[in-house]
């Protein structure tokens, strides 16, 4: 329940304003209305102001604790019958977590963390969800949704590929939150997941034939920049 609360919380808004077309208050595209890339979080001078207009107690609880949420849930195996209800329930979630995972509500994520200083807590949930990272195991008896998560192709993919691109601009991104949208996304592959989950309302993201490594963007910005 906590889980899909924090989704819909993330997707919808907080229940008391989310009716106003005018003042969304789920994740958005630039969410805190900033005016330019130019500027550094740190220059913004009223940033404090905009991330506690724009961004809510409970849209930051979202974003920070829905992974605790649904990596945690467990179900137990005392009955053959109440085990198929709880799997049934984890693929309702499961779902849920590929729609958000698949759309640009991620990106609006990355983009919220950023702003809220919490990019490392971001990376650290990309970094369980595609199995990088080891997750203490519950007991033998006890199931958990984390195993559907880190077992199902889609999430495992995205997860990667979405915590390789914020470690290749976790820089940039943590400076300045704009040039999530005016830097990183040109160096997106065009047949990777990142571009085809975000290319219907980013165009220009598809721009490379075939993915960078770290490697070869590392000696492209050492020409640009000595």
């Known amino acids: 329940i906590m889980a899909l609360g924090c989704f819909e919380i993330m997707e919808n808004g907080t229940r008391n304003q989310r009716r106003d077309p005018k ?10 209305d900033l005016e330019t890339s130019y500027l550094s979080n740190d220059e913004v001078t009223d940033l404090g102001h905009r991330i ?19 990596g945690g849930a467990g179900f137990e195996d005392h009955s053959n019958h109440l085990l198929a209800s709880s799997l049934t329930h984890g693929m309702g979630i499961l779902k849920v977590v590929e729609h958000f995972l698949y759309s640009s509500t991620s990106l609006f994520w990355m983009e919220t963390m950023s702003l ?9 949930i990309l970094l369980k969800l595609s199995g990088q990272s080891q997750v203490r195991k519950k007991v033998s008896s006890f ?8 077992e199902n192709e889609l999430v495992q993919v995205f997860a990667t590929e979405m915590c390789a691109h914020l470690d290749l601009h976790f ?17 997106l592959a065009k047949d990777c997941a990142l571009q085809k989950a975000w290319s219907s309302d980013f165009m220009r993201a598809r721009v490379l034939n075939r993915e960078l490594t ?5 000696l492209l910005r050492s020409f640009v920049n000595p």
Do not use: M, V
């Not at 809220?116 to 650290?124: D, E, F, G, Q, S």
């Not at 199931?143 to 880190?150: D, G, K, M, P, S």
């Not at 820089?171 to 160096?187: C, E, G, K, Q, V």
């Not at 770290?214 to 590392?218: D, M």
């Open 116 to 124: 809220i200083r919490a990019l490392p807590a971001a990376r650290r």
């Open 23 to 32: 003042h969304p208050t789920g994740l958005r595209f630039n969410i805190c």
């Open 52 to 70: 506690e207009e724009n961004i809510s107690a409970e849209l930051q609880y979202s974003c920070l604790h829905w992974f605790d949420h649904t």
């Open 143 to 150: 199931f958990t949704l984390l195993t559907l998560l880190q």
């Open 214 to 218: 770290q490697q070869k963007i590392a």
């Open 171 to 187: 820089d940039a991104i943590s400076r300045s939150t704009p040039h999530i949208y005016t830097s990183t996304l040109a160096w």
